[in-house]
Structure formats: structure tokens, C-alpha cells
């Protein structure tokens, strides 16, 4: 069955970077669309970016310019490399292809 295994999270400080990894199996990764998604405490997931199989991107206005959502279909594997880090960022991020969702990894932004 497909399978969808984040990493990368973790505790940065404010102006800092992280990469976020999803690994996938199970599926033939390349025709899929795949997307991050983030949930806060107390708020909705929502989506964070997307990348269409033909690597066209689409972002949420609150991470444009500073995330960058990229693809490896050799490694099946889809990145989100976070910059510029703030607070609001904090939350746990979710890889998502078709109906599946990975486990999510934390990611908290404070000093």
C-alpha cells in the first residue's frame, strides 16, 4: 500500500531554515501530484505548497518567497526547504499524494 514517511522537522530559531523529506512507496511516484500541508494547535490543516508530476509549483500566500517545494522522482522523495522561519510557522507538517497522508513531523519556530 502507499506510504508516505516525513522527516526533517524540529526546534529553530526565528529567521532559520529546515528541510522537510517525504519519502514515498507503494506508489508510482512520478505521475503523482504531491503537497505539504500544515496543521497549527487549535487551527485547520491547511495547504502549504504543491508540485504538479510536470514540477509546475503553486504556494499559500503566507509562504511565498520563502518556501520552496521540489521533487526527486529517482529518490521518490518530495522536499519543502523552509526559510526565513517564523513563529506562525510552527506546526506539524504533512506530506499528502492523492488520498494519503504521511504522520506528519513538528516543526517549531522559537527562540
Known amino acids: 500500500q502507499v506510504q508516505l514517511v516525513e522527516s526533517g522537522g524540529g526546534l529553530v530559531q526565528p529567521g532559520g531554515s529546515l528541510r522537510l523529506s517525504c519519502v514515498a512507496s507503494?506508489?508510482?511516484?512520478?505521475?503523482?501530484?504531491m503537497a505539504w500541508y500544515r496543521q497549527a494547535p487549535g487551527k485547520e490543516r491547511e495547504l502549504v505548497a504543491r508540485?504538479?508530476?510536470?514540477?509546475?509549483?503553486n504556494y499559500a500566500d503566507s509562504v511565498k518567497g520563502r518556501f520552496t517545494i521540489s521533487r526527486d522522482n529517482a529518490k521518490n522523495t518530495v522536499y519543502l526547504q523552509m526559510n526565513s522561519l517564523e513563529p506562525e510557522d510552527t506546526a506539524v507538517y504533512y506530506c499528502?499524494?492523492?488520498?494519503?497522508w504521511g504522520q506528519g513531523t513538528l516543526v517549531t519556530v522559537s527562540s
Open positions: 499528502k499524494a492523492d488520498q494519503v
Open positions: 507503494g506508489m508510482m511516484f512520478s505521475i503523482y501530484p
Open positions: 508540485i504538479s508530476s510536470s514540477t509546475r509549483t
